[in-house]
């Protein structure tokens, strides 16, 4: 499968900015997707996962009451809704994907996907 991460900008702190992953080329309902995110020198962190059913969703402590995923599987897009954004969100947004049976949970690390987008770059001003 491929990705493509598309939406970044640069927004003020506070408000609010939707960046999307696209995929192809796989069967996109057999895989659990993830975002990561990298700030200049510091190393790639898991923001958040949804499962390939999309009932479960999990999130990094940082960004849990303000961030969302979503899924659309008939449009093969998963979103990273991002509100009250603070300056420290600042950074490449990555998504990635690993295919997954149904029971299996989440992986949570860089290590744990298979499928990387390119990142779009999000900064928030102050």
């Known amino acids: 499968v491929q990705l493509q991460a598309s939406g970044g900008g640069l927004v003020q702190a506070g408000d609010s900015l939707r960046i999307s992953c696209t995929a192809s080329?796989?069967?996109?309902?057999?895989?659990?997707v993830a975002w990561f995110r990298q700030a200049p020198g510091k190393e790639r962190e898991f923001v958040g996962s949804i499962s390939r059913s999309a009932r479960d969703t999990f999130y990094a402590d940082s960004v849990k009451g303000r961030f969302t995923i979503s899924k659309d599987s008939a449009k093969k897009v998963v979103y990273l809704q991002m509100d009250t954004l603070k300056p420290e969100d600042t950074a490449v947004y990555y998504c990635a994907a690993v295919q997954t049976i149904l029971t299996a949970p989440v992986p949570t690390t860089v290590e744990g996907y298979h499928y990387w987008g390119q990142g779009t770059q999000v900064t928030v001003s102050s």
């Open positions: 080329g796989g069967p996109f309902g057999r895989y659990a």
